[in-house]
C-alpha cells in the first residue's frame, strides 16, 4: 500500500516557475513507477511526466524542455521542476504510482494504481 501526498503548488505568473512534491509512503516505494499528471477545469486529466525507480523518464510533448521530473529515493520523495510556465499550466497537478510496469513507462492515468489528492497551480498572465 502507498500514500502520496503532493505540495509545492501555488499562484505564479507566467515565465516563473514552480517545484511539486510527491511525499510517498510505505517500504517499497523507491521501486514505484512515478507519473505527474494534471487536469484542468472542464478537461481531462492528462499526463505529464513519469519516473522509474532507476531515473528513467518520459514526458509529455508540451512540457519537454520546460519540465523535469526527479525522484531521490532515500527520502522517498518525487518532485516536478515546473520553469517558463504559461497559462495553459493552470491545473490540479496530481501525483501517482505503480509497482510495475513494462518497458516503456506507462502514460495513461488508468496504469496507475495509487493517486495523490492533487495540488493547484495557477499562471497569471
Known amino acids: 500500500q502507498v500514500q502520496l501526498v503532493e505540495s509545492g503548488g501555488g499562484l505564479v505568473q507566467a515565465g516563473e516557475s514552480l517545484r511539486l512534491s510527491c511525499a510517498g509512503s510505505g517500504r517499497t516505494f523507491s521501486s514505484y513507477v512515478v507519473g505527474w499528471f494534471r487536469q484542468a477545469q472542464g478537461k481531462e486529466r492528462e499526463f505529464v511526466a513519469a519516473?522509474?525507480?532507476?531515473?528513467?523518464?518520459t514526458y509529455t510533448d508540451f512540457v519537454k524542455g520546460r519540465f523535469t521530473i526527479s525522484r531521490d529515493n532515500a527520502k522517498k520523495m518525487v518532485y516536478l521542476q515546473m520553469n517558463s510556465l504559461k497559462a495553459e499550466d493552470t491545473a490540479v497537478y496530481f501525483c501517482?504510482?505503480?509497482?510495475?510496469?513494462?518497458?516503456?513507462?506507462?502514460?495513461?492515468?488508468?496504469?496507475?494504481?495509487?493517486w495523490g489528492q492533487g495540488t493547484q497551480v495557477t499562471v497569471s498572465s
Open positions: 501517482a504510482a505503480i509497482l510495475r510496469s513494462g518497458s516503456s513507462l506507462p502514460t495513461s492515468a488508468r496504469s496507475y494504481s495509487y
Open positions: 519516473i522509474r525507480w532507476s531515473g528513467d523518464t
